[in-house]
């Protein structure tokens, strides 16, 4: 979408930190806010700050993990504005980076619940109902840095469910209609509630209007952090290395293509 005006724009997990970052960055752009959060959010508070900046501003509470919640957030925000536009699903949690061997899965489990589940549920519960309206509409999942590469050591439930989210939005935009954008949102270190104790990072502000930028362009991949250009270079070298030495390239190995074999056996080959 190159404007948000008078869209409506709903952002789970969006009380603080990056989520209330882009909330102001869609008002800035003349959307129509719809704020949620846990109970133990001031998503009042986070609503009054945008309607001081004359953003109009509605706050719901939301459990993502909780589907009946999610459809309620969806319930209300409709009931508010008569249709919604945009689902931003940023909600997300991280752990202490810990040993696998020594990692409680009960804790991964529940990562996994949010982090992961909690898309799903906004892409489902959100996206029917952006087919069934019919309307230019946009999913926006938030990834991380650490959806292309594991840049925290140890965070295996976080990092791994940053991959999940991107593939799960590179597959969700081949399947979605052409009036239903998709992006995934890949920030980097950035001063929120989640990484607070740290005292560094990138502000708020300037990573969602650089994240404002890219949505408005259309990119699919939106990205902030320069750096990490050095890292996933450093991986996919890594990988290619490993595919010159016992898997090099040679006449016809497109034949184990997955792809064109997948198209092949369902007629859509070109």
């Known amino acids: 979408m190159n404007s948000y005006r008078d869209k409506v724009v709903v952002i789970t997990g969006s009380a603080t930190g990056i989520g209330l970052a882009l909330a102001g960055q869609f008002g800035a752009d003349h959307a129509k806010l719809v704020i949620s959060g846990l109970p133990t959010d001031d998503i009042d508070g986070a609503v009054a700050q945008l309607r001081s900046r004359g953003i109009t501003a509605v706050g ?14 969806a319930e209300f925000a409709w009931d508010e504005f008569g249709q919604v536009d945009v689902i931003v699903n940023n909600a997300g949690i991280a752990l202490a980076p810990t040993p696998l061997l020594q990692t409680d899965l009960a804790q991964f489990r529940a990562l996994y619940e949010v982090n992961i589940f909690g898309v799903l549920n ?14 230019p509409a946009a999913i926006y999942n938030c990834g991380s840095e650490n959806s292309i590469y594991p840049c925290v050591p140890s965070a295996h439930a976080y990092v791994s469910s940053k991959h999940a989210v991107l593939a799960i939005t590179e597959l969700l935009a081949e399947e979605m209609p052409d009036y239903v954008e998709v992006a995934v949102i890949m920030p ?6 989640m990484t607070k104790s740290l005292g560094i990072g990138m502000e708020t502000e300037d990573f969602a209007a650089t994240v404002l930028r890219q949505l408005k362009a259309g990119e699919f991949y939106v990205v902030s952090h320069a750096y990490n250009r050095v890292r996933l270079d450093e991986r996919h070298a890594a990988i290619g290395a490993a595919f ?18 997948i198209a092949k056996l369902t007629g859509d080959n070109p």
Do not use: H, M, N, W
């Not at 906004?122 to 309307?135: H, L, N, S």
């Open 60 to 73: 719901s509470v939301c459990d993502v993990t909780d589907r009946a919640q999610v459809e309620a957030l």
């Open 122 to 135: 906004g892409i489902q519960v959100f996206g029917a109902r952006f087919v069934e309206q019919g309307t």
């Open 188 to 193: 980097g270190l950035v001063k929120s509630a």
């Open 244 to 261: 010159d030495r016992y898997a090099p390239r040679y006449e016809g190995d497109d034949e184990y293509d997955i792809r064109a074999i």
